[in-house]
């Protein structure tokens, strides 16, 4: 049976990723040593690790490129909201309330505008404030 398409590219899919070369060599060793075409001891020597080093870092390696592939809920991720977003929240609370309470003091004022020289205590329109 003979394969049909491209070849694979393999290996050289990682050149083709944006990263430092440095990055890119220690992949293609690890890679290398998932397929069995370089040793531990090989692999450890051309980077530069111990074997507790390079056993670590393979680990923390993989261990992220499995996380990436976990399920994720559809859709985008929501936005990180910053803290200052939490105080501007609760400002804009701060002044609908005011509103609120502005517009029921104005309108109190209004209903008792006639009868204000019978209540002691209110201001009428014009007098000084002591």
């Known amino acids: 049976m003979t394969r049909r398409g491209r070849k694979p590219l393999a290996l050289e899919h990682v050149q083709q990723l944006d990263g430092s070369e440095r990055a890119k060599q220690r ?3 690890l890679l290398k040593t998932l397929q069995c075409d370089c040793s531990v001891g090989e692999a450890r020597a051309q980077l530069g690790l111990s074997e507790s080093q390079f056993h670590a870092v393979r680990q923390r390696w993989l261990q992220g490129a499995l996380q990436l592939l976990e399920p994720q809920p559809p859709g985008r991720r929501p936005k990180e909201r910053r803290p200052e977003c939490a105080r501007i929240e609760q ?10 309470e502005l517009a029921l003091t104005q309108a109190q004022c209004e209903v008792t505008a006639p ?6 205590g209110l201001l009428k329109r014009g007098s000084p404030i002591s």
């Open 27 to 29: 992949m293609t060793t």
């Open 91 to 100: 400002l804009e609370q701060e002044v609908r309330a005011l509103r609120r």
């Open 115 to 120: 009868l204000g020289a019978d209540i002691p």
